[in-house]
């Protein structure tokens, strides 16, 4: 069974550019989610998607931050602008089990690592 | 927000050591989930506990999920240089979201 796909798997960007991020999950998983996880610290969610409708966004920094996933399948999150301090690892994961239920557990990706200069 | 905490932070052993970490909780949660990254990699799953009290194996790895709902341990017998990474926990109650814990860097001399 293919994992979770993400891609790129790095890049570096200029402050007040733009960048986006691709994730694919497991086949048949309708609940996705973004983190971003800061060098020496674990992941800390952005959204959750659960089959194409947003779940929990609450922590996802709307002004500069955003994620669709319009068919249920692949999702990508954006920046624009850019600043120093989202430079970190980008995590996709997913889940088979509706997210919140009993038995949940999360696969993740490999991430992307943003190096905003 | 809930938090977690790890400890230790990081730790130094031998090859064919055996090692304990935990993680605790400030709230009650009902699931435990604990994984292994590795540098340039993504978090990688290794155990999920789901109910207090119970015991969980996997291979050289055993992970409890603490009585009180509030606590989890992650122990690895006969370490290896394989071993070496960040494990990180994360719990949850129903009707939230995971919450990660900082991570314990663990690295194995051989």
């Known amino acids: 069974e293919a994992g979770v796909a993400q891609s790129p798997r790095y890049k570096i960007i200029e402050k007040r550019q733009s960048v986006a991020f691709w994730c694919n999950p497991i086949s048949g998983h309708a609940t996705l989610y973004w983190y971003q996880q800061i060098l020496g610290q674990g992941p800390k969610l952005l959204i959750q998607f659960q089959n194409n409708g947003v779940v929990d966004d609450s922590q996802l920094p709307k002004d500069r931050f955003s994620a669709e996933r319009l068919k249920g399948v692949d999702s990508t999150l954006k920046i624009q602008p850019a600043k120093l301090e989202d430079s970190a690892v980008y995590l996709c994961?997913?889940?088979?089990?509706?997210?919140?239920?009993?038995?949940?557990?999360?696969?993740f990706g490999p991430g992307t690592r943003l190096l905003v200069l | 927000g809930q938090q977690l905490n790890q400890s230790p932070q990081s730790m130094f052993i031998q090859e064919g050591e055996d090692v304990s970490m935990n993680c605790t909780s400030s709230s009650i949660f009902n699931t435990w989930l604990w994984y292994k990254q590795d540098p340039g990699e993504g978090p990688v799953l290794l155990i999920a506990l789901y109910k207090a009290g119970e015991l969980t194996s996997n291979g050289r790895l055993t992970a409890q999920f603490g009585i009180t709902r509030k606590d989890s341990f992650l122990n690895i017998s006969a370490s290896i240089p394989s071993d070496v990474g960040i494990y990180f926990c994360?719990?949850?109650?129903?009707?939230?979201?995971?919450?990660f814990g900082p991570g314990t860097r663990l690295s194995v001399l051989p």
């Open positions: 994360a719990g949850r109650n129903y009707g939230q979201n995971f919450v």
């Open positions: 994961a997913s889940s088979a089990i509706p997210g919140q239920g009993a038995g949940e557990t999360q696969y």
